[in-house]
């Protein structure tokens, strides 16, 4: 049987206006600290190794 490889991206960008004061041009909302000490791209980063290992 024929291996499947699949190329997973993780999309980040946006102005942040809906986060404004909290999200700055030096640091955007998806890299703020919202979950925990964690951000978001962080989170679904981690979130995407837990279940797809890197090869």
Known sequence: ???I???LIVTAGGQ???LWPYS???KPKQFQP???NESLY???VNL????HSPD
Request: charged share 25%; net charge positive; aromatic share 10%.
């Open 1 to 3: 049987m024929a291996s």
């Open 5 to 7: 490889f699949m190329k």
């Open 16 to 18: 942040g206006t809906k």
């Open 24 to 26: 700055r041009e030096s």
């Open 34 to 36: 919202i979950i925990g």
């Open 42 to 44: 962080t989170y679904t």
């Open 48 to 51: 995407l190794l837990q279940r």
